[in-house]
């Protein structure tokens, strides 16, 4: 989202520039303001609550923040570790639990599963006991499979192939379109019949629902950033964090980190890294 903002193809974030950048957290609590209750200074925290909205970002030493973002840093975290994580753990939460109600016995399907917010997506959907799918790239199938996904190369296989081999034809219970475009018009073929459930993080386009209404399926679009452009929700987003970091320190989701360091001075590079398409994980700038 950084690099959007920065290069202007993000009005949706309604970030005026000049900003400083920088949506998701994790420190140490300096101070608290008036009425604020349950934190101290000297807590470790993390969160996604700067950065859009006209709100400066946390690419600096302090920032100032809602206190209904946040929550406690998972104990088995590190600071960089849980600064990584923040804006694709709410996305991947909202769309599957909130929206989708992952359970077991559900079919899974995610497409996009070796991304910032599909890798976090197929360890939620894992650990609430369903049974996962991921389509990406050839070079990607090592790290789905590791992730404990079964791996559908989108590019070799077609919606109807994949729909055979893994469902007998029925279709997904739930799929989740991390990518947006045609990848989504794919979602809506692969959703199984009546209780299905397609969700996107990136349904922006222009989309024919037929497909879906012929499945008698449904669909969520989740919109992360609505909360702090809004005011509203943003105790949800707190929550999903803490219910988050049950998951973490139980050991069952671990986010993926670029091994390159950041630093304010080298930040540039960060975000040329991530336009590029060759960060190896969450790029995450220390301060």
Known sequence: MDGKIRSGQAAHARQPLPAVLGMDLAGVVEASGEGVSGWVPGDEVYAMATGIGGVQGSL???????????????????????????????????????????????????????????HVAVQIARAFGAEVFATGSARQQGIIEALGATFIDYRNASVDDYVAEHTAGEGFDIVYDTVGGETLDASFKAV??????????????????????????????VFTLLPLLTGQGRERHGEILREAARLIEAGKLTPIIDPRRFTLHTAEAAHGLLLSGAAQGRLVIEI
């Open 60 to 118: 600096a030493e302090y920032a100032v923040v809602d206190a209904r973002l946040l929550a406690r840093k998972p104990g088995n975290l590190s600071m960089r570790e849980a600064a990584g994580l923040p804006l694709v753990l709410i996305t991947a939460w909202e769309g599957l639990v909130d929206r989708a109600r992952v359970r077991v016995g559900h079919k899974v399907l995610i497409h996009g599963g070796a991304g910032g917010v599909g």
């Open 192 to 221: 199984r019949m009546y209780h299905g459930h397609v969700v996107s993080c990136l349904g922006w386009g222009q989309h024919s629902l037929a497909p879906l209404s012929f499945r008698g399926a449904s669909y969520s679009g």
